[in-house]
Each structure stands twice: as structure tokens, then as C-alpha cells.
């Protein structure tokens, strides 16, 4: 219509044509009313006698006013003019996203993704939708804003499906296979289209390609997309996770909200600072990858040979373990069984050869430092393979198939991160292959790897926010991303072990309900398939065996014990009933010897009053307890106690002498650092899980009504109103009142007010000078450099009193001082504390005359189980 530049209709003076296409005229005008420039869309004059395309362009009119988003362009009105019905909307002042793409710079694109992705959100909310997304109809303004154009084919929930003669409605270059089949469409439609977006945004090309219409068809319907790595090499590997999910060729295999998408988009844009890339030390995890799934291995041709030559020779075996699974062993009620004598009382974490006749271990010696060591089973005879320093922990050991080499995880309590290393079984120096890793040392069948996990805690932390299972080369080269579980939820413990041909992946995952059950992920299709459905905690170990079954941890009678299920699936089996805490159980490669570790906890709370007088021995509980509390006036306890299962913890509140002994907390989850109010009137505490702390307050005479009040961790009461606790790096203080909370400290400081409010006792995590500082108020928001003085050591425990004017340290697990404030003067506590009473955590009565403390027994034994299953 050129005629009508220069003129009016109604109260539009047209300005220029902005462009033309298959279902409208665009122009640019001026609103002499309202004195604003808009955009006027025409139907074209071929088809505007047509009524199925005058009912779809009166249908994105509709659409269109129904939504109110900034990334959306705005709908002002439906006019006619002369028998012409136009559409008046927004002005958009930009370039069509085709018009710049690829965007060369990664938070760029990812920005955009996101704003598109929340236009979508605001139209699927709505029920509407788009069925049409692709970067014509996407464009970026003058203030780089995102605005999603022509609803034009949208589809309203309960409007009239709209459809065109021997065609397909949408471009197909961006359908979605199911567009291209003719079937319903949903949400998960656009989702595709966006996918292709994206890609293109990333690229500049179309993931899917063909020299004619019916190539292209076929491309979108079979063909997996060109590998995102072939255009640049500079992307996280959680955007290729991303892509390949949004890409699915069947629906229900891909993000199934916008929302989903939308959060993972996010959490890419936050982490993709943390990107390491090619030509990095072999120290860290090299995140970047050349694929949209991640290969299982380099792609050389000398590995896949040898991994083709690997994979010939286990084939029938294979076959046999496959077929083995549905035939389930009987436990042989004549099995002989015995706990091994080892010269240790404090054992740790245990593992044991594939021909069943050594095992490594984990234990403290007399110094209470953590080591690891070796001996036969014929006959026990230890010889120490390593020793590691004070606030080092072993927390995972694992032998290599042929018996040569141990990895295990090592936890520095002071960093707070665990790492992987390998040291040789004779013992020498180790090799760190790995940082910031979980489940550390699952070794690859057939290739010199090691697999571990990355997850949301902190000391593991992953780049995509989920439980990621990984392998390592044993020099600390070719980190490679196996999988990421995007899908379970965060709450639950990750554990995995590879199956014998290296083809799957058997792991456990959290599921919303509490719970965590297997899933076996197959590594060349990236699928997968559940294997268990028991709705209970899968803990500790899991192990694939060469016979085919799939052995287990699981809390399904409500205690974790030993299971067993054909890798098919099918029937499980409980094989042995577990101890108060069985901690995890190990199989030779024969399945003839198990090495199962149990441990048996018993906690005693006991209260001392400060001025001598002896010591009240209160209750025993045969469970492991962590954090005690006494009431104002002294006639109650609360604590937290570890759940029988161990898939979580409680805080329990009894009588003084342990009477009436119930839970204020509910799982699932971790329920943690109870503390009274000075009046007595409530407790504060955290429901954690793996990636957030939850605040809540309760009182305890009526614990159903507890109250939220953020995230954080309760460190103590101010007042009987006012609450410290610590969130997201920082120190707040808040009223349970109205709970607005003010900031205290921040950058990572945790501080607690002291001296009358003068001063703080900081700790700051980012200074790298360990320990607790006493500052004047006036400096407690600012990074700690050298001002202050340190008062206490970083490993040293304290409770501070309620006065403010001193705090009680533990020198020694039998020895109990006071530091006087500011000055640090110590003074010895006259409690007098047998050795058999080992002080293992704390807490001061808020009137400071008594003192709560808990010690704790651990009973773990190492038990051998020979000729245990008939097969």
C-alpha cells in the first residue's frame, strides 16, 4: 500500500513502510491524538478477503492484548479504515535479531535468551501459544531490549484451530517435529523453536539444514544438530546441556516449562565467569566441551580403536550380566561373617581389592590424625600407606582395579573443599587430579579414568548448579563431563558407579518428595531410565557387578541396609539388614566377599554447672547428636539428632533428665543450630538442605506452628525479639516481630556483637587469616584487613556468654577456659570431666551458670562376609 505514505487514517499520518510478509503490510505512523509513533499492521490485499486469514490476524490481535510485558510487543488497538482492518501496536526502534546474529559475545546472547524466554513465560501463562518464535520475529530495540513480535499464529487455549490448505502453520526452519507432523501443539513447541533460536544466536547457522522443503523436514525429524563446538569453543558446558535439552525430538524428553529453561539460563549467565578453558592447569575442570551431548571420551583415532577393541573384548561378557540380571541371587543362610580385628578405635571409610583379598582403610591414630592403611585379609597385618595433617579428613577411598593405586577424597575443614588424589598402594607422594569434588575415586572398567561428582554444596560446588558426574585422566588431564543430572532435585546425596562394559551409569537421585531412587543413564544416547521405585534414601556406595546386579544402600525398612536388583530392573532383594548407621558395603569382583562397614552411634548430654559442682550425666540417646542447647531456666534440652535412616537430621527438645523427649523439626531435610531465646519463649533454628539454609522459629511447646523467616543460620539471640543469624555471605540481625532484617556485616564476615554492642568477634572467610577477631564496631563492615586483634584460633571451639564480656573455649576435649574480653585473659573452668567424657560440642546456659555438652561414642567395625550369595 505505498499510497498511503504521507497520509491519515483515522487518526494515524503514516510515516514509511517498515516491511511486508505473508500475513501483513507494516508501517510506521504518527498518533496525532496521543502525539506518540506507533506501528500499523495491514492485512495484505491477496489475502484479505480470505477468512481464515482475517480470523488468524484478528486472532494475534487477541492474543497480543491479552499480554502486558516489556519484552512483548504492546497491542494499543484494533481499527478499520475503508473496509481494512489494522492492527495499532508499540514502535519498535531496532534490528531484527537476524539482522545480528551470531552474537559473539556469550552474556549478550544469554541476556536475550533470557528476555525472550520471560516474553514466552508471560504468553504460556496465559495459554497462549506463540507457534511461531524464530529471529524474524524477534527484535532488539535502541536500549537493547528484547521485544517478541507476531502473534500472528498464535494459538489461544479454547480458541479455534486455525489452519491453511496443504500447509503447515509456522516457518520450518524453527518447527518443532511435532509442528511438522501435523499434531497438537503446547508450551513445548515454542520451546523447541527457542532452541533453534538460540543456537542460531550462538552460531549464526540453523542446526537443522536441507537443500529443499522435504530435506529440511527430514533433517528436523531425524538428524541430530551439528555440534555447537564446530562454531566456537568458548561456551560452558551446562549452555550444551541446555541446547541438547531444549532440542529433543519428542516433547516430553525436553524442558517441559519455559520456566525450567528460563532457571537454567540464569544459572549459566551467573556461572559462565567461572569458566575454565582449553590450555588450563590440569588442576582445574576444564568446562568446555565441542558438543552439544558431551562425548564420552576424546575422539582420536587411537582411543577409539582402543576403546573399540576394549568394548570387543567385554561384549560377552555383557551379554551374560545382561541376561544374568534376571536371574537373582539367594543370601546363603550359611555365610560365614567376622569383624575384623584391626589396632584402630576410630575407623573411617574402607575399600577393598576386586579379588577380595586386601583391603585400604581409613583411621585415626593415637595423635587423632587421620591416615590410610593396607593389609591382607588372610592375615591382618597393617602397614601405614599415608598420614595427612590436623584438619585434613578422609571421607572417600577407593582401590584401582588392579590393586595398584588408591584415590581418595580429601576434605580441608579449614578451605572447606575436598579434593581428588591418587597415591600408589606401596605409598609415596600422591598426585591431586582434582578440586572441589564429591564421591571421589569410582574408577573407569576399562580406561586409566577416575569418576567423581560435582554438586550444589559448596565444597563441590558444580557450574550448572545440579549433580554432575565426571571422569579423569590419572595425571589430572581430560576432565570430561559424563552427565549432569538436571532433572533431580538437590536435597539428596549423589553416588554413581560405572556398569562393567562403561556403557551406563548407575546413580541415585533426589526426587520432591524426600526421597532418592536409581536411575541408570545410558552414555552414548544420554537417556535415562529408573531402576528403582521405593520412595526411599538411597545412601553410601553403589556398586554394578560384573554378574549383573546392581548392590545398594537403602532405608526402604526404614534403616538403611543392603539391597539387590538386576541391572533389568524387576524385583529387588534385601540382603542384609543394616546397623544404626551402616555406612557402606564394597563386593570382590567374584561377588564371593563383602566388606560391609557399620557403625553404631551413642551420644550422651551432660550438663555442668560453672562454679565446680559435679557433673550431671542427663540421658543417653543410640544416635548421633550434634549441637546441644539448654533452656533459660534449665529445665529443658534441645539438640539435633541424626535420623536412623541418616538421610537427614531433627531438632529433638526434651526434660531435663531426658524425659518427654519429642521432635520440633520435620523432614525431609537437615534440621540444625537450635538456639533459645534469652526468655525462653521460642527456638530458632536452620531446616537445611544440600543448597539452602531455611530460618525458622518455633515454640516449643507448640512446635507445629514454626515460622519461616528467611534463609540463613541462627547464630544467637540478641534479645528475647531480636534474632543474629548468618545469609548469603553475610551477618543480619532481625526482629521475629516484623521480620525486616538489618545487615550487620557483610563479604563473607560473620560476626557477633560483644562488649555491650562496642565491638564484634568476626570471622572473615575472604581475609585468609583464620581464627576470630575482636574489632570495634565502627570496622565490622569493612573486608577484615589488619585492624584488630585475633582472640581466637580458627580450629579452637567457643560459645560466647551471654553477658558479652568473655567466651568459653575448649583447649583440650577434657579442659574447659574462659578468655576474658578484650584482653584474652584465660582462666581454667573448675568442671571436672573424666576422659571417658570427651567434650565433642558445647553450649552456654543464657544465665552463664551452666554449661550443656555432648560426647559421643562411635562403634564402627569393619565386617567380612565370605560365601554370602548363591547364584
Known amino acids: 500500500m505505498p499510497h498511503l505514505i504521507g497520509q491519515s487514517v483515522l487518526q494515524y499520518k503514516i510515516v514509511e513502510k517498515l516491511g511486508e510478509g505473508g500475513m501483513g503490510v507494516v508501517y510506521k505512523a504518527e498518533d496525532t491524538k496521543l502525539r506518540r509513533t506507533v506501528a500499523l499492521k495491514f492485512l495484505p490485499h491477496d489475502v484479505e478477503s480470505h477468512e481464515t486469514d482475517r480470523a488468524r490476524f484478528l486472532q494475534e490481535a487477541q492474543a497480543a492484548a491479552l499480554l502486558n510485558h516489556p519484552n512483548i510487543c504492546t497491542v494499543y488497538d484494533i481499527q478499520q479504515h475503508e473496509g481494512e482492518q489494522f492492527i495499532v501496536m508499540e514502535y519498535v526502534d531496532g534490528n531484527t535479531l537476524r539482522q545480528m546474529v551470531p552474537i ?50 498464535a494459538k489461544l487455549r479454547g480458541s479455534l484451530r486455525l489452519t491453511k490448505s496443504r500447509s503447515t502453520v509456522g516457518t520450518l526452519a524453527y518447527m518443532a517435529p511435532e509442528q511438522i507432523q501435523g499434531v497438537e501443539v503446547d508450551a513445548r513447541s515454542d520451546i523447541f523453536s527457542f532452541g533453534v533460536v538460540l543456537y542460531e544466536m550462538l552460531t549464526g547457522q540453523l542446526p537443522f539444514k536441507g537443500e529443499h522443503e522435504a530435506g529440511l523436514m527430514y ?14 569453543s568458548d561456551l560452558p558446558q551446562e549452555l550444551f546441556h541446555l541446547l541438547g535439552k531444549a532440542l529433543e525430538k519428542e516433547p516430553e524428553d525436553r524442558y517441559q516449562t519455559i520456566t525450567d529453561l528460563i532457571v537454567d539460563l540464569r544459572r549459566t549467565k551467573k556461572n559462565s565467569t567461572r569458566v575454565i ?100 585379609l588372610g592375615e591382618i597385618k597393617v602397614r601405614q600407606v599415608l598420614s595427612v595433617s590436623k584438619n585434613e579428613v578422609i571421607v572417600a577411598i577407593s582401590i584401582s582395579p588392579d590393586g595398584s593405586r588408591i584415590a581418595y577424597e580429601l576434605l580441608d575443614s579449614l578451605s572447606v573443599r575436598s579434593d581428588l588424589i591418587v597415591i600408589s598402594s606401596q605409598g609415596g607422594a600422591g598426585r591431586t587430579i582434582a578440586r572441589g569434588v564429591h564421591m571421589a575415586g569410582i574408577w573407569h572398567p576399562i580406561m586409566n579414568r577416575i569418576g567423581f561428582a560435582k554438586g550444589p554444596s559448596p565444597y563441590c560446588a558444580s557450574a550448572s548448579g545440579y549433580w554432575e ?158 549441637h546441644p542447647v539448654i533452656s533459660p531456666d534449665g529445665k529443658q534440652s534441645a539438640w539435633s539428632m541424626l535420623d536412623q535412616d541418616m538421610s537427614g537430621s531433627r531438632v529433638w527438645i526434651a526434660d531435663r533428665d531426658g524425659g518427654n523427649q519429642r521432635a520440633l523439626s520435620s523432614g525431609p531435610g537437615w534440621g540444625l543450630f537450635p538456639q533459645w531465646s534469652p526468655d525462653g519463649r521460642h527456638i530458632a533454628f536452620d531446616d537445611a538442605t544440600y543448597t539452602d539454609d531455611s530460618l525458622y522459629v518455633v515454640e516449643p511447646q507448640n512446635p507445629i506452628e514454626k515460622r519461616y523467616l528467611g534463609n540463613g ?21 532481625l526482629s521475629i516481630k516484623s521480620p525486616n532484617p538489618r545487615l550487620v556485616c557483610r563479604d563473607s564476615v560473620c560476626a557477633y556483637p560483644v562488649l555491650g554492642n562496642t565491638h564484634y568477634l568476626v570471622s572473615n572467610d575472604i581475609s585468609g587469616r583464620s581464627g576470630w577477631w575482636l574489632l570495634p564496631s565502627s570496622l565490622s563492615k569493612e573486608p577484615l584487613g589488619s585492624s584488630g586483634s585475633r582472640l581466637i584460633s580458627g580450629d579452637t571451639r567457643f560459645r560466647i556468654s551471654n553477658s558479652g564480656d568473655y567466651v568459653v573455649c575448649a583447649r583440650s576435649p577434657y579442659e574447659l577456659v574462659t578468655k576474658h574480653l578484650p ?13 571417658s567424657l570427651r567434650i565433642d560440642e558445647f553450649n552456654l546456659r543464657s544465665d552463664d551458670k551452666e554449661i550443656v555438652f555432648l560426647t559421643r561414642n562411635e562403634d564402627t567395625k569393619l565386617i567380612l562376609i565370605e560365601d554370602f550369595l548363591i547364584k
Not at 584482653?823 to 570431666?833: H, L, N, T, Y
Open 104 to 153: 559473539q559475545k556469550m552474556q549478550t546472547a544469554i541476556d536475550y535468551a533470557i528476555q525472550i524466554g520471560e516474553a514466552l513465560q508471560e504468553a504460556h501463562s496465559k495459554g497462549i501459544v506463540h507457534r511461531d518464535i524464530k529471529t524474524d520475529n524477534i527484535m532488539v530495540n535502541s536500549k537493547n531490549q528484547i521485544k517478541v513480535m507476531d502473534f500472528g499464529l
Open 823 to 835: 584482653d584474652g585473659k584465660e582462666r581454667v573452668i573448675p568442671v571436672e570431666i573424666p576422659h
Open 277 to 376: 578453558h582449553p590450555g588450563s592447569t590440569n588442576q582445574e575442570i576444564i568446562s568446555g566441551s565441542r558438543s552439544i551431548f558431551p562425548a564420552p571420551y576424546p575422539k582420536s583415532r587411537k582411543l577409539i580403536v582402543l576403546v573399540a577393541v576394549a568394548a570387543s573384548l567385554v561384549a560377552g561378557t555383557f551379554l551374560v550380566f545382561r541376561l544374568a540380571g534376571h536371574r537373582l541371587p539367594k543370601v546363603n543362610p550359611n555365610y560365614t561373617s567376622k569383624v575384623l580385628e584391626l589396632p584402630f578405635s576410630n575407623i573411617g571409610v574402607s575399600s577393598l581389592t576386586r579379588d577380595g583379598n586386601y583391603i585400604a582403610f581409613a583411621a585415626k591414630d593415637e595423635k587423632e590424625t587421620w591416615g590410610i592403611y593396607w593389609t591382607p
Open 713 to 733: 543460620v541462627p547464630l544467637r539471640w540478641v534479645d528475647s525479639d531480636s534474632l543474629l543469624y548468618f545469609s548469603h555471605s553475610s551477618t543480619y540481625v
Open 469 to 626: 558426574f565426571w571422569s579423569i585422566g590419572l595425571d589430572g588431564s581430560d576432565a570430561r563431563l559424563e552427565f549432569i543430572d538436571s532433572l533431580g532435585t538437590m536435597d539428596k546425596w549423589f553416588n554413581a558407579y560405572w556398569s562393567p562394559d562403561a556403557r551406563s551409569i548407575v546413580y541415585s537421585r533426589g526426587f520432591a518428595g524426600g526421597y532418592s531412587e536409581l536411575m541408570i543413564h545410558d552414555i552414548l544416547s544420554g537417556r535415562d531410565h529408573q531402576l528403582t521405585f521405593e520412595r526411599s534414601n538411597i545412601s553410601g556406595d553403589i556398586w554394578w557387578t560384573a554378574q549383573g546386579w546392581v548392590i545398594y544402600n537403602s532405608s526402604s525398612e526404614g534403616r538403611l541396609g543392603i539391597r539387590l536388583i538386576g541391572a533389568n530392573g524387576g524385583e529387588n532383594i534385601p540382603l542384609k539388614a543394616g546397623a544404626e548407621g551402616l555406612i557402606s558395603v564394597e563386593i570382590s569382583g567374584d561377588a564371593h566377599r563383602l566388606l560391609t562397614q557399620e557403625t553404631n552411634f551413642r551420644s550422651t548430654m551432660s550438663i555442668a554447672p560453672l562454679d565446680g559442682s559435679p557433673v550431671l550425666r542427663a540421658f543417653s540417646v543410640p544416635r548421633k547428636c550434634m
Open 219 to 232: 533433517s528436523i525429524l531425524n538428524q541430530e544438530p551439528e555440534p555447537v563446538g564446530k562454531y566456537r
